[in-house]
């Protein structure tokens, strides 16, 4: 009974504990086989419940009629008046655990950084700084090494010489060739 | 059969009506729980699909968080990656505050008004088949709620209205209380400083009676978007917006997220961004912007804003001869790129009025 109808007020709780030992009544009665006397206390039984408006007929009525959405319902929590915000202190879950500890990284990752901005300008300063140094020390490398080169690859008078010499030599080997040729086949 | 046997008797069964002793009965400890859930929507969701989820929603934990740090900051701004379900969240956002703050007036904008209202009409449709419970708040009896191709409106039984708004001048002189600035890349940002924005400036007016001009609804701006371009009006805006969780850091969040989340909660499939990855026609950059939510572009201290130098492009009185609307000093400049064997010759004129 208590589930199925709205039992808010004293007067109900009453009504009902009435009724209660009233279908206890009944129940006896029927049981004693006194039809007259059952009857009869149907009769109050059936008015109590009709006085409390516990009819299922009434219950159909009323439902939904009073309020159908949840939204309607808070309508009449506000009408009642302002509803304070709800303090959320401190994290209560996990969601607010997380939500927490992005807004304190942001919060720290800015604030606590000073000068965050003349830090990145002058991480960005230094990386072109030392990509800058990178390319003259690469650039120092190469000349270094076509100077030892250089120096390595002098040509000197003998050179000159003994390349003369090789292509003199060159050139008697190809004659001597051709005219080792031509004399077989004028042979 | 003793007395109390009795009084238990069909403990099981559900009340059908709720009578308005017993409503008004429960109002001090409502009051409590609206309060609490205007912090934690994401238990009042759960709330409302306790007794009747016929497709086993619930909300996952990345959601949780959105869902919170949406309804307890004024300013949000959101970039997430495609299947992230930004707009679903940021449309649960909108009915919630409805429901939980009677009388609300609440917009979606967005770069197109077609594109808004089919945007929160698909998400609504959704979220009541989700949630069944939501279908109850909304009146949906003619006159009340519309669903037009161009406008949407669903009003509330507690009088809170949803709609979507256009980003154009004649949305000028509207009045809403906060709104959703969905996918904000495409929204011009003079229209909305000059035009979305002061619709919000009259604060709601509570069942009780008065105003509170602090509460988070009022003027609040939730602004979802994949990533960019820097130099836009959305980059700027999403940078104000850091800046306001640094100075204000009770009213201002910025969130953010990449394609891994919803990979891992199986709402976008791995393949489906290898394939992305692996296809040549979709550009490195591109994948940063939709997918790793990196805003790309001209670098910051770039001398041309991009999206003003477009919105610049469009001569409201072209000239297509020498017209004498200038000064005798005027003249012009034509620089000509000669195009050759088959490729375009383009020609720049140049105005210059001393």
């Known amino acids: ?187 | 059969m003793a007395l109390q046997d009795l009084l238990n008797l069909k403990s099981d069964v559900d009340k059908i009506g709720l009578s308005e002793e017993r409503v008004r009965a429960c109002i001090p400890v409502a009051r409590q729980y609206v309060a609490f859930w205007r912090e934690y929507p994401d238990l009042f969701v759960d709330f409302l699909v306790s007794k009747n989820n016929p497709e086993n929603f619930h909300l996952f934990y990345y959601q949780r968080v959105f869902l919170r740090a949406a309804m307890r900051y004024k300013y949000t701004y959101a970039v997430f990656p495609r299947a992230y379900s930004k707009s679903f969240l940021a449309a649960l956002i909108l009915i919630i505050r409805c429901i939980l703050y009677p009388g609300a007036k609440l917009f979606v904008t967005s770069g197109g008004k077609e594109q808004a209202s089919s945007i929160l009409k698909a998400k609504v449709q959704e979220l009541c088949h989700l949630i069944p419970a939501l279908h109850e708040e909304i009146d949906w009896r003619r006159g009340k709620t519309m669903e037009g191709k161009d406008y949407v409106r669903y009003v509330f039984k507690n009088g809170s209205v949803l709609d979507n708004i256009a980003a154009r001048e004649t949305s000028r002189g509207q009045r809403r209380h906060g709104g959703l600035m969905e996918e904000c890349v495409g929204i011009d940002g003079l229209i909305l400083n000059e035009v979305i924005i002061p619709t919000m400036n009259v604060s709601r007016r509570g069942a009780w009676g008065d105003k509170d001009d602090n509460e988070v609804l009022n003027k609040s701006q939730i602004y979802v978007t994949t990533a960019g371009w820097k130099n836009t009006f959305a980059y700027d805006k999403l940078i104000q917006i850091l800046v306001w969780e640094i100075i204000k850091p009770d009213r201002a969040m910025i969130l953010g997220g990449t394609w891994r989340i919803p990979v891992l909660m199986g709402l976008l499939d791995k393949t489906f961004i290898r394939d992305l990855k692996m296809d040549g026609t979709f550009n490195e950059s591109s994948f940063d912007r939709e997918y790793e939510s990196r805003w790309s572009g001209t670098i910051e201290d770039a001398f041309f804003n991009a999206e003003q130098f477009d919105h610049n492009r469009v001569l409201k009185q072209p000239e297509y001869e020498f017209s004498g609307r200038s000064t005798k000093n005027a003249y012009y400049v034509i620089a000509v790129d000669v195009g050759r064997k088959g490729c375009d010759s383009v020609a720049c004129i140049l105005k210059v009025t001393p």
């Open chain 1, 1 to 187: 009974m208590m589930a199925a109808f709205d039992i808010v007020t004293p007067a109900h709780e009453d009504y009902l504990k009435l009724i209660c030992k009233t279908s206890l009544k009944c129940h006896q009665l029927v049981d004693l086989g006194d039809i007259e006397g059952f009857q009869k206390m149907s009769k109050v039984y059936d008015t109590l419940m009709k006085s409390a408006k516990f009819t299922a007929a009434q219950n159909k009525a009323e439902s939904g009629e009073y309020v159908s959405a949840i939204d309607e319902f808070i309508l009449m929590c506000e009408r009642e008046g302002f509803i304070p915000r709800y303090y959320v202190d401190e994290p209560k879950d996990k969601p607010d655990e997380t939500l927490a500890d992005l807004r304190n990284y942001t919060h720290r990752l800015v604030t606590e950084e000073m000068n965050l901005g003349n830090l990145i300008e002058s991480a960005a300063r230094t990386m072109a700084r030392e990509e800058a140094k990178e390319e003259d020390e690469e650039t120092t490398e190469i000349e270094d090494l076509d100077l030892h080169e250089l120096e390595e690859e002098v040509l000197t008078d003998n050179d000159f010489l003994s390349h003369y010499e090789f292509v003199e030599d060159e050139k008697d080997e190809d004659e001597a060739m051709i005219r080792e040729l031509l004399g077989e086949e004028d042979e």
